[in-house]
Nanobody, 124 residues
């Protein structure tokens, strides 16, 4: 599975962005997907995850209620809708795929495939 994240950019605090994670590979619909982010000088952190079917989602506490993860398996794409953005959301966001397990997908080590990131900058 190859992944490519897109949709980042510069947005003012309180604004919105929608990130996309486009995948290639016939088995994409079988994989769970997660979004992670890494701010300058900080470690990569979990943002959100979605099951292979899209019926189960998990969020980091810092984004819960503001971000929504979804997927369209027919389009082989996972989305991250980000609303009410804050300056502390500034980071490089990347998506990753893993074979489904009972885990909630918060751990980086669980993921087998990683895409290149997209920069999100929240600033006035």
């Amino acid at each position: 599975v190859q992944l490519q994240a897109s949709g980042g950019g510069l947005v003012q605090p309180g604004g919105s962005l929608r990130l996309s994670c486009a995948a290639s590979g016939r088995a994409f619909s079988s994989y769970a997907v997660g979004w992670f982010r890494q701010a300058p000088g900080k470690e990569r952190e979990f943002v959100a995850a979605i099951s292979w079917s899209g019926s189960i989602t998990y969020y980091a506490d810092s984004v819960k209620g503001r971000f929504t993860i979804s997927r369209d398996n027919a389009k082989k794409t996972v989305y991250l809708q980000m609303n009410s953005l804050k300056p502390e959301d500034t980071a490089v966001y990347c998506c990753a795929a893993r074979w489904p397990t009972s885990s909630d997908g918060r751990r980086i080590a669980e993921y087998d495939y990683w895409g290149q990131g997209t920069q999100v900058t929240v600033s006035s």
